[in-house]
């Protein structure tokens, strides 16, 4: 990217009119400056939100100039914010590496949501080098269930990858299959299937992970499938349509074409890595880069994609930073409808902080609960990570007042889906899963005192062969 020499007084000025406006609503003594019940921050987080939508082609620097506001907000009306503590807990940072359950603060989602982004971006170029999508317009059929049938590919596929990884590989094929010619709805059909089919799976989507590691059973959130399956039937059929008469499937597949087996194998590493490193370490950013290192070996590796992806990660690191600043300290009682709104929510504030805080209250269906956070981001194209990500791939999708109307069909099959799935399943609320700030505190003290004991114990007697994390075994949906 060439930073023009406009950019930083645009960022600046940017930061200005969003702060700047505090000067005429000085606090009390001691008070945080709010408009009625209303605290500055989601003021200046809502105004955000509306220069990204107004200017699209600048959403990486409204996004920044957001996220300094923020800052500068807290720095100087609300001191009690400890930002080590927010974004890098209390605990030693090598102890947060090495034990995932003692992990804390927001680096692990902000270094994690980098590594993905930036990472899948390198593995969309080896999958679209291999070979393999110039060979799909043979498979796929030449009417518009063509495209339906690439939509259902990504869905399923969601269900056992990253939903990032999904909407990348999903909208690499489209550009080939449709020539460079895709329909803006059909883009938000991608991005919808990517969290659809990740929705009732813990290992396709980033807010399931977060529920499972909390100790949610993997079949509490399997009937997210429902509405899943349910949404899919309207969004697919009509994005499907929109992209047919837009742009038919082509048919004449390039000649001569030739696999690239390498491509294709470090494409199959990076994806292991993702799974492995997730349920190994919870950090399946780690998997992918360990990946793409070794895929050196094999291929050359496409590190000019960084180049491209760069600002959209920093626009969603940016988007996320701020939505952890938020003073959500508690929801609404936990119901139906609650969760329903969680999904209008979830497509303009970022859903992870979202789920932690609804495993703490409890109360919810967690198949519900994951159905609303994860397929209501689609509903926005910054809503989801993988929406972010298939911006790079396509910067169309970065205006937002047309991808909601050309997208109209993914709202209206969140509506309908969510009453489908209540009919079908009905709502069952599960008791909280989450840890409190007592009980997490206690733990560590017992795994303090636990190894203090054992070290003694060492000297007195045999070390016992004990697997070090056989207590975690429960949590593997295997």
Not at 205 to 216: A, K, R, S
Not at 290 to 297: C, D, M, P, Q
Not at 466 to 476: E, I, N, Q
Request: proline letters at 5%; one cysteine or more; glycine letters at 8%.
């Amino acid at each position: 990217m060439v930073v023009s020499k406009k950019t930083p007084a645009f960022f600046t000025a940017l930061s200005a009119l969003l702060f700047l406006p505090l000067t005429a609503f000085a606090a009390e003594a001691g008070a945080v400056p709010a408009i009625g019940p209303v605290r500055f921050e989601f003021i200046i987080f809502a105004l955000t939100l509306l220069g990204v939508a107004l200017l699209h082609d600048k959403t990486m620097h409204v996004a920044l100039a957001g996220l300094a506001a923020i800052i500068l907000f807290k720095l100087f009306f609300d001191p009690g914010l400890n930002f080590a503590r927010h974004f890098f807990g209390t605990q030693d940072f090598f102890t947060q590496i090495i034990d995932k359950d003692l992990r804390q603060g927001e680096w692990p989602v902000l270094l994690n949501l980098a590594g993905l982004l930036l990472g899948f971006a390198i593995l969309a170029k080896h999958f679209e080098e291999s070979g393999i999508p110039d060979f799909l317009p043979k498979i796929l059929p030449g009417n518009w269930t063509g495209g339906l049938f690439l939509l259902l590919f990504i869905a399923v596929m969601s269900s056992f990858l990253d939903n990032i990884a999904a909407a990348m590989i999903g909208g690499t094929i489209a550009l080939v299959v449709f020539k460079g010619k895709v329909h803006l709805g059909y883009l938000a059909a991608i991005v919808a299937a990517s969290n659809a089919g990740g929705a009732g799976s813990v290992v396709g989507d980033t807010t399931t992970t977060l529920m499972w590691i909390d100790g949610v059973s993997p079949f509490d959130v399997s009937h997210a499938f429902v509405a899943s399956i349910a949404a899919f039937t309207i969004f697919g059929v009509v994005g499907s349509l929109q992209q047919h008469t837009f742009n038919p499937i082509a048919k004449n597949a390039p000649e001569n074409v030739t696999i690239q087996w390498n491509k294709l194998f470090v494409v199959l590493m990076i994806l292991a890595g993702a799974i492995a490193a997730n349920v190994l370490f919870d950090f399946p950013a780690l998997g992918v880069w360990l990946a793409i290192a070794l895929g050196t070996l094999f291929s050359a590796t496409p590190w000019r994609e960084i180049k491209n992806a760069w600002q959209g990660t920093m626009f969603l690191m940016s988007l996320v930073a701020s939505a952890s600043l938020m003073p959500v300290h508690e929801l609404p009682a936990a119901s139906m409808w609650s969760a329903f709104t969680w999904g209008f929510v979830s497509a303009v504030f970022d859903n992870i902080p979202l789920t932690k805080l609804c495993l703490e209250q409890g109360g919810y269906d967690w198949g519900v609960l994951a159905f609303s956070v994860g397929f209501g981001g689609s509903m926005i194209w910054f809503g989801s990570s993988a929406g972010v990500a298939l911006s790079t791939m396509y910067p169309q999708t970065k205006n937002t007042l047309a991808y909601i109307g050309k997208g109209w069909h993914v709202t209206v099959a969140y509506v309908i889906a969510f009453q489908i799935m209540i009919a079908v399943v009905g709502w069952n609320p599960h008791p909280s899963h989450a840890r409190s700030s007592a009980d997490h505190a206690a733990q560590i003290r017992g795994k303090e005192m636990h190894n203090t004991v054992s070290r003694e114990n060492d000297l007195k007697m045999p070390i016992k062969a004990t697997h070090p994390y056989s207590f975690k075994v429960d949590r593997f949906p295997f």
